[in-house]
């Protein structure tokens, strides 16, 4: 409720964590969660942005909501990166399918994501169509002000491939990411 959202704030809340993710499948169309966290100028939001937990149309619309105030997450687990296939999760069956969607074995339900951040940008430029600027906000800047990590970041230079995947990254010139 705003009641609800308003007494989070009061306490120290300054954002919301994967907009979206674990909703109701069905809901008011105006007077629910996301739209009352979308219209909170004071938090930020984050989305995981792989797809399956909201559709690229909508997040469009989401960040369009709060342009400034939007972060990518990815909600990896352990199965990103690896082929499809069947694993466990905290003692429950998951499984990873072969467009990556990650979820309880037999089931619908959501397990996590196999997301990566390159993808992440990816999808924000290709498939939700903002900024190569706006995607790297979300993807590195603003997070890293929301921790108090700009000064660290700035020391931080990446190389990129002709796709425009990240192949190295290096931290005052030490190479602390090379992609195999």
């Known amino acids: 409720s705003e009641e609800q959202i308003d007494l989070a704030i009061k306490a120290g809340t300054t954002g919301s964590?994967?907009?979206?993710n674990g909703c109701p499948k069905q809901m008011d169309?105006?007077?629910?969660?996301?739209?009352?966290?979308l219209?909170?100028?004071?938090l930020w939001a984050s989305f995981i942005l792989d797809g399956h937990h909201i559709n690229f149309s909508a997040l469009k619309n989401f960040i369009n909501a709060k342009p400034a105030n939007c972060i990518a997450v990815t909600d990896a687990i352990y199965m990103t990166g690896m082929p499809p296939g069947k694993g466990k999760l905290n003692g429950l069956d998951i499984?990873?399918?072969?467009?990556?969607?990650?979820?309880?074995?037999g089931t619908d339900n959501l397990a996590g994501s196999s997301l990566t951040m390159n993808d992440a940008f990816t999808n924000l430029t290709d498939k939700v169509g903002i900024s190569r600027r706006d995607a790297e906000m979300m993807t590195?800047?603003?997070?890293?002000s929301i921790i108090?990590?700009?000064e660290q970041l700035k020391e931080c230079k990446v190389e990129l491939?002709?796709?425009?995947?990240?192949?190295?990254?290096?931290?005052?010139?030490?190479k602390v990411f090379e992609k195999k």
């Not at 219209?39 to 004071?42: C, G, V």
């Not at 499984?95 to 074995?105: A, H, M, Y």
Request: charged share 30%; aromatic share 6%; net charge negative.
């Open 17 to 20: 964590t994967h907009v979206g």
């Open 140 to 144: 590195s800047w603003l997070p890293a």
């Open 95 to 105: 499984e990873k399918q072969k467009n990556g969607k990650v979820c309880l074995s």
């Open 161 to 174: 491939n002709y796709s425009d995947e990240i192949v190295a990254t290096y931290i005052k010139d030490e």
């Open 29 to 37: 169309r105006s007077d629910n969660i996301i739209q009352r966290l």
């Open 39 to 42: 219209a909170r100028d004071e």
């Open 148 to 150: 108090g990590a700009e």
